[in-house]
């Protein structure tokens, strides 16, 4: 089963018109594997610069939340149709920093991941477990929790990428070892089987977590790692090294 390789880059609340611009510049200026399909998301104020300044037709943008319903009185929120208007093909949903700081459960995230599918919008879903699961032996437990109420409103998983990301690896240095990713990505899928049927053999499990540029290399061998989300890293020079670390 071949999926098409996916690379996030997740800027998070980070950069300016100029830091921003530097980066579309450089993803311009550089080669990019042509088989990996990349995805940059600035905060909401750039999107429509980024979407503009971008060159290159493997590269789309993503907004890092959106609403669960439409345009309307909901102060501070960004809806799925304002996104795709400022040319956003995807958007990041559920990631750990808006699961624990902003207090979205898998139920709103779940709710938040149709009404964008439905309305046009492709869907990141990250999902991962604190390092006191972790400890605890509850990964897969978490993992399949956070699942399961999208798993419970969609039928269609074309448009979703599945992001695994555990916590403890996010902005911390210690990534998961490709073996680990691997292991946990192959059980995600096995979930994914007996709960949505063959077409879990297309949906792309991406790995997220202090990825790097020298880190990226060692997971190009395992079959169930279709690609990374990049937090720290997107912002910086390597990202580009970690798109091409296929190559
Ligand atoms: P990191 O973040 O690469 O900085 O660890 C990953 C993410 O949060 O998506």
Known sequence: MSRTFFVGGNFKMNG??????????????????????VVISPPFPYLLLAKE????????????????????????????????????????????????????????????????????????????????????????????AQLDPVIAKIKDWTNVVVAYEPVWAIGTGLAATAEDAQQIHHEIRGYLKEKIGAQADKVRIIYGGSVNGKNSGTFKDKSDVDGFLVGGASLKPEFVDIINSRL
């Not at 709103?108 to 032996?137: R, S």
């Open 53 to 144: 300044s971008l060159k290159k037709p493997t590269v789309s943008v993503a907004g890092q939340n959106s609403f669960d319903k439409g345009d309307g009185a909901f102060t501070g929120e960004v809806s799925v149709a304002q996104l795709k208007d400022v040319g956003a093909k995807w958007v990041i949903l559920g990631h750990s920093e808006r699961r624990t700081i902003n207090k979205e459960t898998s139920e709103w995230i779940a709710d938040k991941t149709k009404y964008a599918l439905d309305n046009g919008l492709d869907v990141i879903l990250c999902i991962g477990e604190t390092i006191d699961e972790k400890k605890a032996g509850k990964t897969l437990e978490v993992v399949r």
């Open 16 to 37: 300016s018109l100029e830091s921003i611009k530097t980066i579309v510049e450089r993803l311009n200026a550089s080669e990019l594997d042509p088989k990996t399909e």
